[in-house]
C-alpha cells in the first residue's frame, strides 16, 4: 500500500510538472520546437507621485497594474487576455478606480506571417494603443494627444487581421471589424473616448472598420490608419425620435491618424497627427443636449536621446526627452456648438527616462499645460480656480515583463 | 509637400527587391539551403518549412559567416518583419538586431538563434 502512495505521488507529481506554467525563459531557452502547450503570465503596471506646482498640491497614485495571461492551445491557436487595476483600488460606492479586461481574444494563426485575433482586442490606430507599456514611452502620462483624441487604450469586440507581405519588406497590414460606438456618451473636451464600449454590453447595431499599413524602412517606423464607424446602434423608433441615423454606420465617425518613428545611435523621434470628424454632431448634440464639435484635431513631436548610448559598455538607457503636443478640440464647431477654448490644450513636456535593466523604467517629468480661455457663456463650466496656465512635476516607476 | 512626401514614399516601396522565400525540407532535424539561394542583391532570405510555427530570417553577413533567426517576437510571439536593418514586430514596437538581441521592449529577451554549418556547398540550420 505504501509503494502504491508512493508511486500515484510521484506521478501526480511528474503530472504537476508538465502541467506548470512556463515562463517565456522556460519556453525559449529549452529551444523547444515540438511542445504545443504552453500558458505565459506576464504584466506591466506603474506608479507615480504628481506635484501640482500652482495649487501646491501632491498625489501619489498607482496609475495601473495590468496581468497578461495567455494560453497557446496548439501552434495555430492561442487566448491572449489581459486584465487591468486602476488607481489601486475600487471600492463601493466610491469614485475613481477601475478594473477592466483590456484584452480577450482567440488568436488563429493563418499563415507564416497573418493571424486573425477574434474577441476583445485593440486595433492598430496610433502609436500607444498598441505599444502602451510604461517601459516604451517617455513621460509618466502617455502623450495627451493619444488619450483624448485617439482614445488609448481602445479596445472593442470584433474580428482584426494582421499581417506583413514578403513583396514588400517590412511592410505591415491590418484590418478590422468592430462594434461601433456610443455618440450619446461622447463629451465636449473628452472626444470619442467616452462613447467607447470596451467589451461590456456593446451595442452592435453600429459597426465599425479600421484599417492600418505600418511600415519599416531603414531606421523608420511609418504608419497609417483610419477608422469609420456608426455611433448610433437604435431602434427604427428611437431614430425617428431622436433624428439621428441609424444602421451599422449611421451618425458616423471618421477618424485618421499618421506617425512616424525614427531611431538612430540612441536618438529618437516620433511625431503623429490625428483628425476626428463627426459629421453629424449637430444631431447628436440636439438629441442628448452634448456640445460635440464637427471636427478635432491633435499632433504631438517628440525628440529623445540616450545618454548613455555613447558608451558601449552598458545596457542601461538613460533618456532625455522633450515634446510638445496640441489638442484642439473646437478645431470646426457644429451650427449648434458653443467654443470652449478651456478644452484647447498645448503641453510641453520634458524630462528624463532611466531604465537600469530591461523591464524596469524610472521616469522625471515636468508637464506646462497652457489651455484656452473659459467661456463664460457656458453655464456650469466656469471654475473660478481656473487657470489657463499649469505646472506638474512627476516622478514614477514602471515595469513589464 | 505632402504630395512630395507620398512620391518618396512610393519609390522606396517599389525600389525594395522582395524577399525571397526559400522552402526548405527538413532532413534528419536540418534545413539545408544551397548557397545559389542568394543573389547579388540580397543577403537575407526567408526560410519556410510546414513543419516549423514561424519562418526563419537566414542571413549573409559581410564577413561571410551566417546567421539564423526565428521570426517570432520573444514579447508575445508574434511573427516578425525583416528589412535590411532588422527585424521588428508590428504589434507592441520591439524589435532586434541581426544576431537577435533586443534593441527596443518591451521584448526583454533575444529570439532565437538556430546554429548553422556549411556542408556540402549549403548553410545547413540545425532545429
Known amino acids: 500500500m505504501r509503494y502504491k502512495l508512493l508511486f500515484l505521488g510521484a506521478f501526480i507529481g511528474i503530472s504537476s510538472i508538465k502541467a506548470q506554467i512556463l515562463t517565456k525563459e522556460d519556453s525559449l531557452a529549452a529551444g523547444i520546437i515540438s511542445r504545443n502547450t504552453a500558458t505565459v503570465i506576464s504584466g506591466y503596471g506603474s506608479v507615480k507621485y504628481k506635484y501640482d506646482v500652482n495649487r501646491k498640491l501632491a498625489e501619489a497614485n498607482v496609475d495601473r497594474v495590468i496581468l497578461f495571461v ?156 483610419a477608422y469609420y464607424g456608426g455611433s448610433a446602434g437604435l431602434s427604427d423608433l428611437d431614430s425617428d425620435t431622436l433624428k439621428l441615423s441609424n444602421g451599422p454606420f449611421g451618425t458616423p465617425v471618421l477618424f485618421y491618424e499618421a506617425n512616424v518613428q525614427y531611431t538612430n545611435k540612441g536618438f529618437s523621434f516620433k511625431g503623429l497627427f490625428t483628425s476626428v470628424q463627426i459629421a453629424d454632431a449637430e444631431k447628436i448634440n440636439n438629441a442628448y443636449g452634448n456640445n460635440i464639435p464637427e471636427t478635432i484635431m491633435g499632433y504631438y513631436a517628440e525628440v529623445g536621446f540616450n545618454l548613455l548610448s555613447l558608451s558601449k559598455k552598458t545596457e542601461k538607457n538613460l533618456t532625455v526627452f522633450a515634446r510638445y503636443e496640441n489638442l484642439d478640440m473646437n478645431n470646426k464647431l457644429s451650427p449648434n456648438g458653443i467654443v470652449d477654448k478651456s478644452k484647447n490644450s498645448a503641453y510641453f513636456v520634458g524630462g528624463i527616462s532611466f531604465l537600469p535593466i530591461k523591464g524596469v523604467i524610472v521616469k522625471a517629468d515636468y508637464v506646462l499645460q497652457q489651455t484656452g480661455a473659459q467661456n463664460p457663456n457656458l453655464l456650469g463650466t466656469t471654475d473660478p480656480n481656473f487657470k489657463k496656465e499649469k505646472g506638474f512635476f512627476s516622478l514614477g516607476v514602471g515595469y513589464s515583463f | 509637400m505632402s504630395v512630395i512626401g507620398i512620391g518618396a514614399v512610393v519609390t522606396q516601396l517599389s525600389s525594395c527587391a522582395p524577399m525571397i522565400v526559400f522552402k526548405g525540407e527538413v532532413q534528419r532535424k536540418k534545413i539545408s539551403v544551397p548557397f545559389s539561394a542568394f543573389t547579388e542583391f540580397n543577403n537575407m532570405l526567408i526560410v519556410r518549412n510546414d513543419q516549423l510555427s514561424f519562418d526563419i530570417l537566414l542571413i549573409k553577413k559581410l564577413d561571410g559567416t551566417f546567421t539564423a533567426l526565428e521570426m517570432k517576437c520573444s514579447h508575445q510571439d508574434n511573427p516578425l518583419t525583416a528589412n535590411k536593418t532588422g527585424l521588428f514586430c508590428a504589434s507592441h514596437g520591439s524589435s532586434f538586431d541581426f544576431d537577435g538581441k533586443v534593441l527596443k521592449e518591451p521584448a526583454l529577451l533575444p529570439i532565437r538563434k538556430y546554429n548553422v554549418e556549411i556542408e556540402n556547398l549549403a548553410i545547413q540550420i540545425i532545429l
Open chain 1, 70 to 225: 495567455g494560453h497557446k492551445f496548439n501552434n495555430k491557436i492561442s487566448f491572449f487576455s489581459e486584465i487591468e487595476v486602476e488607481d489601486a483600488k475600487v471600492a463601493g460606492g466610491e469614485a475613481g478606480g477601475e478594473i477592466a479586461l483590456e484584452q480577450a481574444f482567440i488568436k488563429f494563426n493563418l499563415t507564416k506571417n497573418a493571424y486573425l485575433s477574434a474577441g476583445l482586442f485593440i486595433p492598430r490606430i496610433g502609436i500607444i494603443n498598441e505599444n502602451h507599456l510604461p517601459t516604451t514611452f517617455n513621460g509618466n502620462d502617455r502623450p495627451f494627444v493619444e488619450r483624448f483624441i485617439i482614445p488609448a487604450t481602445w479596445r472593442e469586440i470584433g474580428l482584426g487581421l494582421f499581417g506583413s507581405t514578403n513583396k514588400i519588406p517590412g511592410l505591415n497590414y491590418s484590418i478590422g471589424l468592430v462594434n461601433g460606438l456610443n455618440s450619446e456618451e461622447f463629451q465636449s473636451g473628452r472626444g470619442i473616448r467616452d462613447g467607447r464600449y470596451e467589451g461590456r454590453d456593446a451595442n452592435a447595431s453600429a459597426l465599425a472598420v479600421t484599417g492600418s499599413l505600418l511600415y519599416y524602412i531603414k531606421n523608420f517606423r511609418i504608419q497609417a490608419s
